[in-house]
């Protein structure tokens, strides 16, 4: 079984199925609610799990009412949590507006702080054969990065992945990428990822990753490494709910990076997964569809 670390974001997400979304002043009723754990990290170690890996999620949440919803989610998903929240942490709640219309998602992050978290011991990589991190909670993206020992780090032998790749969840700009970047192997950004001095994917490739992918929603996914680039169109589908379509893709690669597929195989394998999880409505719902 293929051990992966996330590394990152959990939160509470209070998802509302609508109409539309209310104008200024305006109360409008939701067709359908559900409440659910979330955040980048949480759902690409779901996604992990529901392949049938090994996921350990890497957060803070503590033990407020909100914390406890999120871990039975995570539990019951297959997740082993490492809560390394400080005393008195309060998870973060996120409001999410699902389109009944076109499943396009508006999403209300929650205002959660960034923990103090002391001094941290590096994580546990024993059985890990993949990382991937955020960037939202910086010291934890440090730690986990530059614990991978260099001798264990991801090199390619005919285009297969061997050692333990890095994944980078570039959803956006966060000034811990700027630290850890050079020790990373794969970076995959959304369509509206900004980096204060970008240049471009290939410039980033420059910084020390192997991959550079971009994802845009229901449209083609474009991919470059330093010998080549390419597109990976998503299958056509009736999409009813896109909310952590991006994340499900990052832990949907991760896996096929760990089960050893090469990394144009592995963006394929992820798409087609992305792809399955914007047909289900709900927060969970998909993961049936993907489990094997």
């Keep these: 079984m293929t051990g992966g670390l996330f590394v990152g974001l959990a939160t509470v997400d209070v998802v509302q199925l609508v109409d539309r979304l209310p104008a200024r002043n305006e ?3 939701a067709i359908e609610s559900w409440v659910a754990a979330g955040g980048p990290a949480a759902v690409a170690a779901i996604t992990f799990a529901a392949l049938g890996g090994r996921a350990r999620l890497w957060t803070a949440l503590g033990d407020a009412p909100a914390a406890r919803l999120a871990a039975a ?6 997740v082993d949590v490492i809560d390394v929240a400080p005393p008195g942490f309060e998870l973060a709640v996120s409001t999410v507006f699902v389109d009944a219309a076109t499943g396009e998602r508006a999403v209300v992050s929650g205002s959660g702080r960034t923990p103090a978290f002391g001094k941290i011991a590096g994580p546990d990589l024993s059985g890990v054969d993949v990382v991937l991190v955020d960037g939202h909670h910086p010291a934890l993206a440090r730690s986990a990065v530059f614990s991978v020992p260099e001798e ?4 390619s032998e005919r285009g297969v992945t061997k050692g333990i790749p890095v994944v980078v969840d ?9 630290d850890i970047l050079a020790f990373t192997t794969d970076v995959i950004c959304s369509a509206d990822y900004v980096h ?4 471009g994917a290939r410039a980033l490739l420059l910084r020390g990753p192997k991959l550079v992918a971009v994802s845009h929603g229901g449209q083609a996914l474009h991919w470059w490494t330093a010998a080549a680039s390419g597109t990976i169109e998503p299958e ?3 999409a009813v709910d896109t909310t952590g379509a991006g994340d499900v893709l990052h832990g949907a690669y991760c896996h096929a990076l760990a089960s050893g597929l090469d990394r144009e195989e592995a963006l394929r394998s992820a798409v087609a997964v992305a792809s399955e999880r914007v047909r289900h409505l709900g927060p969970f719902a998909w993961r049936a569809a993907i489990a094997r």
Excluded: I, N, Q, Y
Aim: charged share 30%; glycine share 6%.
């Design 27 to 29: 109360k409008t009723t």
């Design 73 to 78: 989610d995570l539990a019951a998903a297959g």
């Design 152 to 155: 264990s780090r991801e090199r």
């Design 170 to 178: 570039a959803g956006s700009h966060k000034p811990v990428f700027d």
């Design 196 to 199: 204060p001095d970008w240049l």
């Design 236 to 238: 056509a589908v009736a």
